[in-house]
């Protein structure tokens, strides 16, 4: 079974620009989360949807970032315009349910670099 | 306060050593804990669930003191492949975000 896949692995943009990351779950995983991680600090949640609804997006940072699941499948995540402190490592996951026994499987991870 | 805190690190122990990681968690309506593994320029794999009876799984041993708000992961004999980031994770309880702590590096040298 594919694990979770994610695009590209590494992007480099210049400050002001647009980045379109992507995430494809697991086959089934109706669960679908965006972390991050920036230089220095803990992953942090960023967002979870179910199918096509984000259900919770409170670890948004700003009106800067946007992600979609349309059709409930693949997922992206939009910077626009991105900012330096925007660098780090975005990861995605998904799972087959929430809660109890319901591991989240991650992605390898997209290096982002602003400059 | 952060709110699930490790140990800084990095720890550099010998093969066969015994190791032990220890973590807090701030949030005392936190329902599940775990410790997760990541290796270099990787991402983060689920190593063990950790449960308030304690739990074993061959040279692991995860314990929860949920007074405390305390969580340790043990390693005995290590071994050179054990070398990767041991990360902390608490989850609450209807929430499914998983709170991380910063890491502690590992390194098993010959």
């Known amino acids: 079974e594919a694990g979770v896949t994610q695009f590209p692995s590494h992007s480099v943009i210049e400050k002001g620009q647009t980045v379109t990351l992507r995430c494809d779950p697991i086959s089934g995983h109706d669960n679908l989360y965006w972390y991050r991680r920036v230089m220095g600090k803990e992953i942090k949640f960023l967002l979870h949807f179910v199918k096509e609804s984000k259900q919770d997006e409170s670890g948004m940072p700003n009106n800067r970032f946007l992600a979609e699941r349309t059709g409930g499948t693949y997922s992206t995540l939009k910077v626009q315009p991105a900012e330096l402190e925007d660098s780090g490592v975005y990861f995605c996951a998904s799972s087959q349910e929430v809660g109890t026994g319901y591991e989240q499987y991650f992605g390898p991870g997209t290096r982002l670099t602003v400059t | 306060r952060k709110e699930v805190e490790q140990d800084p690190g990095p720890f550099n122990v010998p093969e066969g050593a015994t190791v032990a990681f220890n973590c807090t968690y701030s949030?005392?309506?936190?329902?599940?804990f775990f410790w997760y593994r990541q290796d270099c320029r990787k991402e983060p794999k689920l190593l063990m669930s950790?449960?308030?009876s304690g739990n074993e799984d061959g040279r692991f041993t995860a314990q929860l003191n949920r007074a405390s708000q305390y969580i340790s992961l043990l390693i005995r004999d290590s071994k050179l492949s054990d070398s990767a980031t041991y990360l902390c994770?608490?989850?609450?309880?209807?929430?499914?975000?998983?709170?991380f702590g910063k890491g502690t590096l590992l390194t098993v040298n010959p």
């Open positions: 950790v449960y308030s």
């Open positions: 994770v608490v989850r609450g309880g209807s929430n499914y975000k998983l709170t």
């Open positions: 949030n005392s309506a936190s329902q599940s």
